[in-house]
């Protein structure tokens, strides 16, 4: 049998049709943690001398990683969108390829910030909640679970981009006024198309009914959302979050919502993932909590994986990637 050229390290078993993909080519050892992703320890060592990573948004993929790695590492390519778990700048510096699953899974995303819209506010885990808890006697009730309106209502987005702009064409099936606030260009197009409003940042707080969030994450947007922000919503808002945890201050945000500042929350993602036990969010009646799934759809999640492989695969053969992070690079 013919030598396999390259040594590839995968950080958590993803769907088909990656593994098999890469493994025509390459010798591949796919982490085994019975669900769980690798830990520091696990990822150092198991990197050693691979020419190409393929990782997740829970791995850490900075210089420490690239030591471990070694002279060999050619590309880590990350089966997400975002790649602010990777040190692009250190991968740049050494010649090392960074690249992502692009815009694959904005309607996926989409989808779920607009449930979240609707479970948020028309009260629906706690209708479900009522039904099988056996709690509900007495049937229709003229006060009973009574929610808030999404239709004709407005809907602020922080950064209108692919998933924020997906977003905003549901809520036009809704009959809301869109205003949106993006921290650098303005989306001329969602403008002429559906008549967004681009709003500074205080405005946006004070007049959105359903806040929705679609930025990336960085350092002048991390904890954007805080309590000078959250003391200017309405208090029969709510705030919904797809897109990175830590652009919420948590903290902030459970002080807002124990004291009423706003109506509630619906939270796909988290400052830590999983919450600790011992977090109030678990606890609260007036927030709809998922455990990070907004690209969880078999459909998405298979092209993810496929990107993931050729973006590592063309990058191994001295091909062009599918989606680059990180195009000034100088490979190796």
């Given at each position: 049998m013919k030598p396999k050229k390259w040594s590839v390290y995968i950080t958590r078993r993803i769907l088909d049709p990656a593994i098999p993909m890469i493994s025509k080519e390459c010798s591949v050892i796919v982490a085994n943690h019975r669900g769980r992703p690798p830990t520091r320890n696990e990822l150092l060592k198991a990197v050693r001398d691979k020419d190409a990573i393929l990782c997740t948004l829970s791995d850490i993929i900075d210089a420490k990683v690239m030591d471990a790695a070694g002279s060999n590492l050619k590309v880590i390519s990350s089966y997400s969108t975002g790649t602010d778990h990777i040190d692009i700048k250190e991968a740049t510096k050494r010649g090392i390829y960074v690249t992502f699953t692009g815009d694959i899974l904005t309607e996926a995303t989409a989808d779920l910030a607009f449930a979240?819209?609707?479970?948020?506010?028309?009260?629906?885990?706690?209708?479900?909640?009522?039904?099988?808890s056996k709690r509900w006697k007495y049937g229709w009730d003229p006060h009973l679970l009574l929610g808030s309106d999404v239709h004709g209502m407005t809907l602020g987005i922080v950064g209108l981009g692919r998933i924020g702009s997906a977003v905003a064409r549901r809520a036009k099936g809704f009959d809301m006024d869109i205003i949106y606030h993006n921290l650098h260009s303005r989306n001329i197009q969602m403008e002429e198309q559906f008549g967004a409003k681009h709003v500074d940042m205080n405005q946006l707080v004070e007049e959105s009914d359903f806040l929705s969030l679609h930025c990336s994450l960085n350092s002048e947007s991390y904890h954007l959302i805080n309590e000078s922000n959250l003391r200017r919503m309405k208090?029969?808002?709510?705030?919904?979050?797809?897109?990175?945890?830590?652009?919420?201050?948590?903290?902030?945000?459970?002080?807002?919502?124990?004291?009423?500042?706003?109506?509630?929350a619906g939270l796909d993602v988290f400052e830590k993932e999983p919450p600790s036990p011992n977090n109030p969010l678990l606890k609260m009646k007036n927030v709809v909590l998922l455990p990070h799934i907004g690209s969880a759809t078999f459909l998405t999640r298979t092209k993810m994986a496929e990107v993931a492989a050729k973006n590592l695969l063309n990058v191994l053969n001295r091909k062009t990637a599918i989606y680059l992070a990180n195009p000034e690079v100088n490979p190796r």
């Open positions: 979240l819209i609707l479970a948020t506010s028309r009260q629906i885990t706690q209708g479900h909640e009522l039904v099988t208090n029969d808002s709510y705030i919904i979050n797809t897109a990175r945890g830590q652009l919420i201050n948590e903290a902030h945000l459970i002080k807002a919502l124990k004291q009423r500042w706003i109506a509630g």
